[in-house]
């Protein structure tokens, strides 16, 4: 008898190893086509792009960029600069260590959105593209120009997991969706950066100061944009732009100078955030810096909590009203119950301290429950501590925090004789009164990132990291795991106290409003715990990073009225979907996530 068989059907593939583009122009020609798209850009900055003033930033001035046309000219500099980069011209080529193509693409994508969003702005509030000027048609063509350029640079296409023909539509679909999405990605994927020339120190420490200088800039023009439109392509233009400098290997190149000048640059850092309330012509924006640096701060705190020691704390706001009320409470306001005026040293120092009693208190009997046990009970506590404060009244129970109405006409701090409250002259500068709590609250964040980072250096930060990682392999290595987590308790509450202390006095009023688990306004447990996660956990700059963007997006997005939440919420949605580790992560975590990166060859105490 004779035995048929027949081969097993080989599933549909296609071919491996494939170096193309996403648009079938030749390479060479869409190399050229990018970069003259970007000059073109450039050019068209300087042409008027409406006739008429109506629309914000005047647009109709030739010669000179204004509004929006600035963020297309920086875009359109940095796509052009990045593409004559890809052909190797001498004295460009540091611009892409990692190479460019990637980079090219993202610049290119930046620019085509925030000119196409000024285009359509345009034609939408003054009522048709009849109002656009040539500059406006020029910039518009360019841009997609450049975009369709960058777009046809070849890459290595990663090989396709093959079809199951017994898959559903629905399976099939999703396949191919996901097929998609791993081909996007590798479109702008980066390769590893060509070893750096080995430069002089102080080399190196003036790269340090230059990045740190365009740092200052962009805040500063990002804090200070007048009208809605331009901050909206601000976000554009400053994202893309610094994805695109991160596929082209620069911030890699100068991590590496900070990690090697870590001192030089905590200290070029501090000096920079002290010069902005000199870069402002009033008091307006300092405002939002000094609540920003409070809201850093105690993420900052929390960070050792959450990000070094993996304990999840939902209601870490209330040791920020802690501080906030015990330095109220001796600031000499005549809505205290005690009739004491303490100078500021003192009352800082009290606020931390009762504070940190407070961490112990609740952590003692807490701290031997894990995960979301101890998530529950520490919301319950920040719920406890704002009922409590709000009953105490003189009613519900003692007369100590004057219930609803707070503790209200707290005085402005006197340091040794400087009054916070008035204005001071420096070297022909003025500054007010927010500009002074924005130094002294820069001081505090100052001290409590030294704490941080010589406490995740030293024995009980590796500790910290250990019960992190895996805390009943911590504890069989002989780590006291309830000592070392109640330490980090202490230690962070502590920390939010001391930013408290000033918050008392900046805001005038302390009520028990200020401190909720969510709110739509920060500082609040829900917004730190997101600027930890945001920004980085278990790295300094990364929840500094994260609440200055919590705090400034939702206050430049109250255009959108009743969306602007819905808005934030998406944005964050989409950060942790594709970017987990954080903005700024460590390396550790970053592996965690992406496992095909290639390892670190040192790896800190902290797993930074």
Do not use: C
Request: charged residues 10%; proline residues 5%.
């Amino acid at each position: 008898m004779t035995t048929q068989t027949t081969a097993p059907q080989t599933p549909q593939t296609t071919a491996t190893g494939k170096h193309a583009g996403l648009i079938g122009i030749p390479a060479h020609t869409g190399r050229a086509l990018a970069t003259a798209g970007g000059a073109l850009t450039v050019v068209s900055t300087f042409l008027a792009w409406t006739w008429t003033d109506e629309f914000p930033g005047d647009l109709t001035v030739y010669g000179y960029p204004g509004g929006l046309q600035v963020l297309v000219l920086v875009g359109g500099l940095l796509t052009t600069l990045l593409a004559l980069a890809s052909y190797g011209i001498r004295g460009l080529r540091w611009l892409t260590p990692a190479g460019a193509d990637s980079a090219i693409k993202l610049a290119a994508l930046g620019t085509l959105g925030t000119a196409w969003y000024t285009v359509i702005a345009i034609s939408s509030e003054l009522g048709g593209v009849v109002n656009l000027e040539p500059g406006g048609y020029l910039v518009a063509l360019s841009t997609l120009a450049a975009v369709l350029g960058a777009l046809s640079l070849p890459f290595t296409w990663p090989d396709p997991d093959p079809i199951d023909p017994e898959d559903t539509p629905q399976e099939q679909l999703r396949h191919q969706l996901r097929t998609t999405g791993e081909i996007i990605k590798a479109s702008v994927a980066t390769g590893t950066p060509a070893p750096a020339r080995k430069l002089p120190a102080y080399a190196e420490i003036l790269i340090i100061v230059a990045a740190l200088t365009i740092g200052l800039t962009v805040f500063t023009y990002g804090i200070g944009t007048g009208y809605d439109e331009l901050f909206v392509g601000f976000l554009i233009t400053a994202g893309f732009g610094f994805a695109a400098v991160a596929k082209a290997g620069l911030v890699s190149r100068v991590s590496a100078a900070t990690a090697k000048h870590r001192n030089v640059t905590m200290l070029g850092a501090f000096v920079a955030a002290a010069a902005f309330p000199f870069t402002q012509s009033d008091d307006q924006y300092a405002t939002i810096g000094v609540y920003i640096l409070i809201f850093a701060t105690v993420a900052l705190g929390l960070n050792i909590v959450v990000g070094l020691a993996g304990l999840l704390d939902l209601g870490y706001v209330a040791f920020l009203g802690v501080g906030a009320y015990t330095a109220a409470m001796v600031s000499g306001s005549p809505s205290s119950p005690f009739d004491v005026h303490l100078p500021f040293w003192a009352s800082a120092l009290l606020g931390a301290a009762v504070a940190m009693v407070f961490g112990v208190v609740i952590g003692a009997p807490t701290l031997r429950l894990r995960g979301d046990y101890l998530a529950i009970v520490t919301l319950g506590f920040g719920e406890i501590f704002r009922i409590t404060v709000l009953n105490m009244d003189g009613t519900s129970g003692p007369d100590l925090t004057n219930g609803s109405n707070g503790i209200s006409s707290i005085p402005n701090l006197n340091i040794l004789g400087f009054d916070f409250g008035a204005e001071h002259s420096f070297a022909g500068f003025t500054i007010a009164r927010f500009a002074n709590y924005f130094l002294l609250m820069l001081l505090i964040t100052l001290v409590v990132v030294i704490v941080f980072r010589r406490s995740s250096d030293s024995r009980i930060g590796r500790a910290w990291v250990a019960i992190r990682e895996d805390e009943t392999a911590a504890e069989a290595m002989g780590i006291n795991g309830f000592r070392v987590k109640l330490i980090a308790f202490a230690l962070g509450a502590a920390l939010a106290g001391l930013a408290g202390t000033v918050q008392a006095h900046v805001t005038y009023t302390v009520t028990p409003e200020q401190y909720q688990f969510a709110h739509v306004v920060p500082p609040n447990s829900a917004f730190l715990l997101a600027a930890v996660v945001l920004g980085g956990m278990g790295t300094i700059s990364g929840p500094l990073v994260g609440a200055a963007l919590l705090y400034l997006i939702p206050a430049k997005l109250q255009f959108l009225g009743d969306y602007q939440l819905f808005a934030f919420g998406l944005a964050l949605v989409l950060l942790m979907r594709f970017r987990p580790e954080g903005l700024i992560p460590n390396r550790r975590r970053q592996l965690e996530f992406h496992e095909e990166a290639e390892p670190p060859t040192v790896l800190s105490k902290a797993g930074a």
